[in-house]
């Protein structure tokens, strides 16, 4: 059983507040990554890290920032949330070394309102 | 540049019937590929994975799927498909080197299991 944990599950919230959601991981993968997904529609890549104070952005253009100060934890962060924002967050993780299987958290659904 | 298609947003099959979704990809190099499967509000789950050797690769839940690099297809099928398959299905390609690891997604099947 994958050991990937996202909070909270569920977030709604007014416009202009400052969100973080949380994603860890308990099994020492040096690689993250943050998806987004809409409903219907497929992951996109916002952000990825390959390990301590690695971040990259991915390649879907995303106000939202990350963070990977330890190697189980990488947070997102929304400085000032606003409707367009509302979706489905997925974090990520895997081995480092190459291709292998992502395992995944059960996401976060954010509805800014 | 590299993408997966899921040609069918939607199947509708039998609870015992045979089931095949189907994907293609666009990779230059030899490809890494995976089927997840996602039941609703849940994160996604590997089904299986293809790397190399064998074409067709076993997984899960009874699935499997084989690998054609002449069609640059990874389509996966199940002989008879139980009520609980019921989810929403994504192909996926991994792209790059070790050190620059991505992942592409397909759009999803959703698959309805009728009773």
């Known amino acids: 059983e994958a050991d990937i944990y996202q909070t909270p599950r569920y977030l709604v919230i007014g416009t202009g507040k400052k969100i973080t959601l949380e994603c860890s991981q308990t099994m020492g993968h040096d690689k993250m990554y943050w998806y987004q997904q809409d409903p219907g529609m497929e992951l996109h890549l916002i952000h990825y890290?390959?390990?301590?104070?690695?971040?990259e952005k991915g390649d879907l253009s995303s106000e939202s920032t990350v963070s990977r100060i330890r190697t189980e934890h990488f947070p997102l962060t929304l400085e000032s949330a606003r409707p367009s924002h509302t979706s489905q967050y997925l974090c990520?993780?895997?081995?480092?070394?190459?291709?292998?299987?992502?395992?995944f958290g059960p996401g976060t659904r954010l509805t800014v309102l | 540049a590299q993408s997966v298609t899921q040609p069918d947003i939607h199947i509708t099959v039998s609870e015992g019937a045979s089931l095949e979704l189907r994907c293609n990809y666009s990779?230059?190099?030899?490809?890494?590929l995976f089927w997840y499967v996602q039941s609703p509000g849940q994160g996604l789950q590997l089904l299986l994975k293809?790397?190399?050797?064998?074409?067709l690769v076993q997984g899960i839940k009874g699935f499997e799927a084989e690998f054609k690099r002449s069609q640059s297809s990874f389509n996966l099928r199940k002989p008879s498909v139980h009520w609980s398959d019921a989810a929403e299905y994504f192909c996926?390609?991994?792209?790059?080197?070790?050190?620059?690891?991505?992942?592409?997604f397909g759009t999803g099947t959703r698959l309805k299991v009728l009773a």
């Open positions: 990520a993780s895997i081995r480092g070394g190459g291709a292998g299987e992502q395992f």
């Open positions: 890290s390959y390990g301590v104070n690695s971040t």
């Open positions: 996926a390609v991994g792209a790059g080197t070790s050190g620059t690891y991505k992942y592409i």
């Open positions: 293809y790397f190399s050797g064998d074409t």
């Open positions: 990779y230059g190099a030899t490809p890494y």
